[in-house]
């Protein structure tokens, strides 16, 4: 079982930088998330385009944002459970509530903070293959989890945007032999990724194959082979693995059944206070919350995350009073006994 202070569903920008200001007040957070990876969609959907209203930012990539606030908690040492989708939440006693993943992991937290943005991110299946749920997870992934997974192996890509554009190039050092297939010519990825899936099957790293469809799984026990319809050709190639990656859908999923006041897709939370939901101790912050004037912004969630972490210091610290000390003066202290702190002023002596 993990116990902590605060548990963060959702590692999404929001949810990460709530591990910041938590870790200001002294207060120990974990993050689940459904992704094998942190950052929400700015890893999931638009890693390499640039966001402009960042403040102080006049301009950084989704990734690299997501690599900063990362490096901004480290001092915090978060735990994270990822690649596990929260499932159920309850309280246990008058301090403690209880989360439990689809893995059955169970959490243990002081004050839950939901920062789940659009929802858990399912993957779109190729649902004309007719035996596809036989070989889910006996060779059909949906998601490159562990890189080592693939090692020495034939794996088969199918999709014509980033994600399959960026696994094809990855995989094409790790697995024996990578196969990339897309139902049109052009692909709708970064150039730059473009150009190097071309360079990689100019080196014979890649087969390329388009404009081709999956038609069929072939296998007993686990993926053997898939055939492809290629310019009205069936051709059959050998596979251990098939990732076809055609995007993701948000869905609120279990989280419908938790007790939370939910409106349009979003939980209602008190944006007068705290972010608090209709639970007590729960709060919803980020995209998935909705309050009069809500806006789906990341700054907006950064805000959100700040005034929410204030609430649950006073929570776990009844009675006590919160002063408000800026980082310029008072410094950070993280939790692996880290110190950042500004150069002391130098203060000229008035004769
Ligand atoms: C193409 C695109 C461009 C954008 N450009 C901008 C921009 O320029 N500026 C801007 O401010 N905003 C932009 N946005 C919006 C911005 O990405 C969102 O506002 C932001 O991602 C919200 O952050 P979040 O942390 O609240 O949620 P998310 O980023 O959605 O993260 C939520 C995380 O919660 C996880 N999760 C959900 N439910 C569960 C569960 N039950 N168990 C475990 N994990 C769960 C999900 O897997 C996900 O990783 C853009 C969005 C898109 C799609």
Same mark, same amino acid.
């Given at each position: #079982?993990?116990?902590?202070?605060?548990?963060?569903?959702?590692?999404?920008?929001?949810?990460?930088?709530?591990?910041?200001?938590?870790?200001?007040?002294?207060?120990?957070?974990?993050?689940?998330?459904?992704?094998?990876?942190?950052?929400?969609?700015?890893?999931?959907?638009?890693?390499?385009?640039?966001?402009?209203?960042?403040?102080?930012?006049?301009?950084?990539?989704?990734?690299?944002?997501?690599?900063?606030? #990362?490096?901004?908690?480290?001092?915090?040492?978060?735990?994270?459970?990822?690649?596990?989708?929260?499932?159920?939440? /309850?309280?246990?006693?008058?301090? $403690?509530?209880?989360?439990?993943?689809? =893995?059955?992991?169970? /959490?243990?937290?002081?004050?839950?903070?939901?920062?789940?943005?659009?929802? +858990?991110?399912?993957?779109?299946?190729?649902?004309?293959?007719?035996?596809?749920?036989?070989?889910?997870? /006996?060779?059909?992934?949906?998601?490159?989890?562990?890189?080592?997974?693939?090692?020495?192996?034939?794996?088969?890509?199918?999709?014509?945007?980033?994600?399959?554009?960026?696994?094809?190039?990855?995989?094409? &050092?790790?697995?024996?032999?990578?196969?990339?297939? /897309?139902?049109? &010519?052009?692909?709708?990825?970064?150039?730059?990724?473009?150009? =190097?899936?071309?360079?990689?099957?100019?080196?014979?790293?890649?087969?390329?194959?388009?404009?081709?469809?999956?038609?069929?799984?072939?296998?007993? +026990?686990?993926?053997?082979?898939?055939?492809?319809?290629?310019?009205?050709?069936?051709?059959?190639?050998?596979?251990?693995?098939?990732?076809?990656?055609?995007?993701?859908?948000?869905?609120?999923?279990?989280?419908?059944?938790?007790?939370?006041?939910?409106?349009?897709?979003?939980?209602?939370?008190?944006?007068?206070?705290?972010?608090?939901?209709?639970?007590?101790?729960?709060?919803?912050?980020?995209?998935?919350?909705?309050?009069?004037?809500?806006?789906?912004?990341?700054?907006?969630?950064?805000?959100?995350? +700040?005034? #929410?972490?204030?609430?649950? $210091?006073?929570? #776990?610290?009844?009675?006590?009073?919160?002063?408000?000390?800026?980082?310029?003066?008072?410094?950070?202290?993280?939790?692996?006994?880290?110190?950042?702190?500004?150069?002391?002023?130098?203060?000229?002596?008035?004769?």
């Amino acid at each position: #079982m993990i116990t902590t202070d605060l548990l963060i569903i959702g590692a999404g920008p929001t949810g990460l930088f709530a591990v910041f200001e938590a870790g200001l007040l002294k207060i120990k957070c974990h993050i689940i998330d459904a992704l094998p990876q942190p950052g929400g969609q700015l890893s999931e959907l638009y890693p390499k385009k640039p966001i402009f209203d960042i403040p102080g930012f006049p301009s950084i990539n989704a990734g690299e944002l997501v690599d900063n606030l #990362m490096e901004q908690i480290k001092q915090f040492q978060p735990g994270f459970t990822l690649g596990e989708t929260a499932v159920s939440l /309850h309280k246990v006693d008058e301090d $403690y509530f209880e989360v439990v993943t689809n =893995k059955g992991t169970v /959490h243990r937290a002081r004050a839950i903070a939901i920062a789940g943005g659009l929802g +858990t991110f399912e993957p779109r299946k190729p649902e004309h293959l007719e035996n596809l749920s036989q070989f889910e997870e /006996h060779g059909v992934e949906y998601f490159v989890k562990d890189p080592e997974h693939f090692r020495g192996k034939n794996v088969v890509i199918a999709g014509g945007g980033d994600s399959a554009l960026d696994w094809s190039i990855f995989l094409a &050092n790790i697995a024996q032999k990578v196969t990339l297939i /897309h139902r049109r &010519n052009e692909f709708r990825g970064a150039l730059d990724s473009v150009e =190097k899936v071309q360079a990689l099957k100019d080196q014979g790293k890649i087969n390329l194959i388009t404009p081709a469809e999956v038609k069929a799984l072939k296998g007993g +026990t686990h993926l053997e082979g898939i055939t492809v319809e290629t310019n009205g050709e069936q051709v059959d190639i050998a596979t251990d693995f098939f990732i076809p990656l055609f995007g993701l859908t948000p869905k609120l999923g279990d989280l419908n059944n938790w007790g939370l006041d939910i409106e349009k897709n979003a939980i209602k939370v008190n944006n007068a206070l705290d972010y608090q939901t209709n639970i007590e101790g729960v709060y919803a912050i980020g995209d998935i919350n909705t309050y009069p004037g809500k806006l789906k912004l990341i700054l907006c969630g950064f805000h959100e995350a +700040t005034l #929410m972490c204030q609430s649950v $210091y006073s929570r #776990m610290n009844p009675g006590k009073k919160y002063v408000l000390k800026y980082t310029t003066v008072s410094g950070v202290d993280g939790f692996d006994g880290s110190r950042k702190e500004a150069e002391k002023a130098v203060v000229k002596k008035i004769d």
